[in-house]
Nanobody, 115 residues
Framework: QVHVTESGGGLVQSGGSLRLSCTAS????????MGWYRQAPGKERELVAT???????NYTDSVKGRFTISRDNGKNAVYLQMNSLKPEDTAVYYC?????????WGQGTQVTVSS
């Protein structure tokens, strides 16, 4: 059983920063592609960033240059450093662990950016 848990969300003013953390237990963390997704009210869940086992990263265009995804395999953790936050970044952020056809999701953490 794989357990994915996020933390680090909160309320921040526009232009501020937050760091999200995610841990995955019950599996060999290092072989998973890890990702952050978000879902704003009334919108579909969208990809924010991913990082492969070899640390290749991918970002959606709207966060490039502002967000950084990283991983620490020794701690079974993945992070999302979010800088220069905008009100449109407000959403529930979900951590995802993926390998082959298997997907595991956390419960989500709320990020709210006030203008």
């Amino acid at each position: 059983q794989v357990h994915v848990t996020e933390s680090g969300g909160g309320l921040v003013q526009s232009g501020g920063s937050l760091r999200l953390s995610c841990t995955a237990s019950g599996t060999i963390f290092s072989v998973y592609i890890m990702g952050w997704y978000r879902q704003a009210p009334g919108k579909e869940r969208e990809l924010v960033a991913t990082i492969t086992p070899s640390r290749t990263t991918n970002y959606t265009d709207s966060v490039k240059g502002r967000f950084t995804i990283s991983r620490d395999n020794g701690k079974n953790a993945v992070y999302l450093q979010m800088n220069s936050l905008k009100p449109e970044d407000t959403a529930v952020y979900y951590c995802n662990a993926r390998i082959a056809t298997m997907n595991y999701w956390g419960q989500g953490t709320q990020v709210t950016v006030s203008s």
